[in-house]
């Protein structure tokens, strides 16, 4: 007497199409990978490019390899701004900037929501809020270089440089352009 075991549903499929199911954990991990890089595609081509002001950096990272500390002059926001009082920590906000060509974007108010913040408004989570300013973390942290163009940003005055970003219209950001004396000196674009 011989019994023959029969597999059941997704079992037996993946005995009899061994190369669909690595097909499908391909394409999973494809997706896995593909996302960001549409987010991140999606914000440089939609986006508006605002340039923005640095405060002093600190390039390299033993273990990232070179790159700028982005400390955006935007950063620390004056209590004066418009809507600046309403604001706490941890909130997340929206910055509204007034562009004026080549020169620095500079903040005018800031918002909890998006439809009050203006034009272009940058999105960003308060880290702490003083009498005096508020912090604004924009998710904007770093800029890769080459290896050894960190040491020549470096010793380089922060005020020689400035950042151009790409700022969606929902507020999400990422930097595009590192400029040294408003000329290019590394594009970050990704395509």
């Not at 075991?5 to 494809?30: E, H, N, S, T």
């Not at 005018?108 to 508020?134: F, K």
């Not at 604004?136 to 380089?156: K, N, R, S, T």
Request: net charge negative; proline share 6%.
């Amino acid at each position: 007497m011989t019994q023959t075991a029969d597999l059941a549903g997704p079992r037996r499929i993946a005995f009899r199409f061994p190369y669909l199911v690595w097909g499908l954990v391909a394409l999973m991990q494809l997706a896995v990978i593909g996302v960001p890089l549409l987010d991140r595609l999606q914000v440089q081509m939609t986006g508006r490019v605002v340039p923005l002001e640095l405060v002093p950096i600190d390039p390299r990272d033993l273990l990232r390899g070179d790159y700028v500390v982005i400390n955006l002059a935007i950063g620390s926001i004056d209590i004066d701004v418009p809507g600046a009082r309403e604001i706490e920590r941890g909130d997340e906000v929206y910055v509204s900037l007034e562009v004026d060509g080549d020169a620095p974007a500079r903040p005018v108010a800031i918002s909890r929501n998006r439809e009050d913040a203006g034009d272009v408004a940058i999105a960003g989570y308060v880290r702490y809020a003083t009498d005096d300013n508020l912090r604004v973390d924009y998710g904007i942290d770093a800029f890769f270089l080459p290896e050894g163009e960190g040491l020549v940003v470096e010793q380089l005055d922060a005020s020689r440089l400035m950042l151009d970003v790409s700022i969606a219209d929902d507020g999400r950001s990422l930097p595009v352009t590192l400029l040294v004396d408003g000329k290019v000196f590394r594009s970050d674009g990704i395509f």
